[in-house]
């Protein structure tokens, strides 16, 4: 059973064009929400996270949007770069659990 | 470099074998975690060890063991292998100050034949 749910699996857009990557989740025992990015032959980073008690986080080109009573949450990426091809996850952590459930990844493809 | 090691990169074996894949965390973390990567079912969380001990278990199938040594490295050893667990296997760390940012490693990547 899959905890967080991500889409699409897949986006292209066109450099400068805004690509959005929604997750959507059940557990509301879930107190941390990060995304992951991953190049080819590397491991996930930690791009950026949120916390419930915050609708909106941004940090550089990167920005969650986050509606708790949804139970939804995506990022959304500014003025994209080829070099922001990568696959992307979502993931989320719950109280008192020792790990990060994470969704299935959303490739992104930046066309110059 | 993330600081967490992975090894080895790859790994081609067969059906029937038992291997060893490695990870050393970052300088300072106590907790390592195992996530198995496939084409199909992304990252599945497999086991966590802190500072030695076992902390959670995912889906782990018996034939999967881990353990973290004292020096803090840990060791994922899978045996009777069968074709389809082929796959990316990640190790990432994370400290006691920030339990949730967890740091992975750049993968093994096992084929089994």
């Known amino acids: 059973q899959q905890q967080v749910k991500q889409s699409p699996q897949s986006l292209i857009v066109q450099k400068g064009g805004i690509p959005i990557i929604n997750c959507a989740y059940e557990n509301t025992a879930f107190d941390y929400f990060p995304w992951y990015q991953q190049f080819p032959g590397k491991g996930p980073a930690l791009l950026i996270a949120?916390?419930?008690?915050?609708s909106e986080k941004k940090e550089g080109r990167f920005t969650i949007s986050f509606n708790k009573s949804a139970k939804q949450f995506s990022l959304h990426i500014m003025d994209s770069q080829p070099g922001d091809s990568a696959t992307y996850f979502c993931?989320?952590?719950?109280?008192?659990?020792?790990?990060?459930?994470f969704g299935t990844g959303t490739r992104l493809t930046v066309i110059p | 470099d993330s600081g967490v090691t992975q090894t080895p990169k790859h790994l081609i074996t067969a059906t029937g074998q038992r291997v060893t894949l490695r990870c050393s965390p970052r300088s300072g973390d106590l907790s390592v975690y195992w996530y198995q990567q496939s084409l199909d079912q992304g990252l599945q969380f497999l086991i966590q060890y802190y500072n030695g001990e076992e902390r959670a278990k995912g889906n782990i199938l018996e034939r999967f063991s881990a353990q973290q040594f004292p020096d803090l490295h840990s060791e994922l050893n899978l045996s009777s292998l069968e074709l389809g667990d082929s796959a990316l296997y990640f190790c990432?760390?994370?400290?006691?100050?920030?339990?949730?940012?967890?740091?992975f490693g750049s993968g093994t990547r096992l084929t089994v034949v």
């Open positions: 993931a989320a952590h719950q109280t008192g659990a020792n790990n990060l459930f």
């Open positions: 990432a760390s994370s400290s006691s100050a920030d339990l949730y940012g967890y740091t």
């Open positions: 949120i916390r419930p008690d915050v």
